[in-house]
């Protein structure tokens, strides 16, 4: 059993979500995100329901590098091991290409892949050091293909950093302790996207039921997963292979 996990972005959403069901199988956890106070917050209602195991936060922003690395060699000193480690941290922000907001759109790109290699070299220096260890990678349906307006930034990000994953993956097959997941939500309610309207999430699930699946298919330690699996493998399926003026549709 991987007992010590790091997850990124643990303030809200996902992340927070997996934190709270990792407690609930007696994992320690090492938290990180850009508000302490919330991540506090979460700290002690985790270890009210699950006192027996431990729980380290501590303040990162994704997009400092440096911090990136400086966080997870501390989280490791104080853990003793890490088992394993979620790249989550995210934004869903973006605008259309040409529109004027490149900045927007850097920034999206910026903290979903580049932080995303950050992060991923990090956990990698102490899985190595180890020899073993479980890397999991967040991206999202939006990789399936590129998408349109406000998405396109953001769906790149998530082919990037899925590229990456399978790339680190190949870089390791030889060293069979050494895991890397790439994971593919579909719709789960979070904070980022609780005003969406009803037609543009459709098979969305809550929080808890999607944060449960996503634990679980963690746990089996696959290369890749769709979560949940019913519709979004099939719908991945589909999405690779319709036309682009169907796919415009998604989006």
Partial sequence: MRKNILITGASSGLGAGMAREFAKRGCNLALCARRLDRLEEIKQEILQSTPGIKIWILELDVTN?????????????????IDRVIVNAGIGAGAPIGKGKFDENKRTVETNFLAAMAQSEAAMETFRAQETGHLVIVSSMSAMRGLRGSMTAYSSSKVAV???????????????QIKVTTLYPGYIRTELNARAAPGKTPFIVD??????????????EPTSAYVPWWPWAALAYLMRRMPLSWVTRLS
Avoid at 65 to 81: A, I, N, P
Avoid at 162 to 176: F, N, P, T, Y
Avoid at 207 to 220: P, Q, W
């Fill in 65 to 81: 590098h440096d911090r990136v690395f400086e966080v997870f060699r501390s989280f490791r000193q104080e853990m003793g091991s």
């Fill in 162 to 176: 899925a590229a990456m994953a399978e790339g680190i993956r190949a870089d390791v097959l030889r060293k069979r």
């Fill in 207 to 220: 929080a808890a039921k999607g944060c449960r699946l996503l634990v679980a298919a963690i746990e089996r």
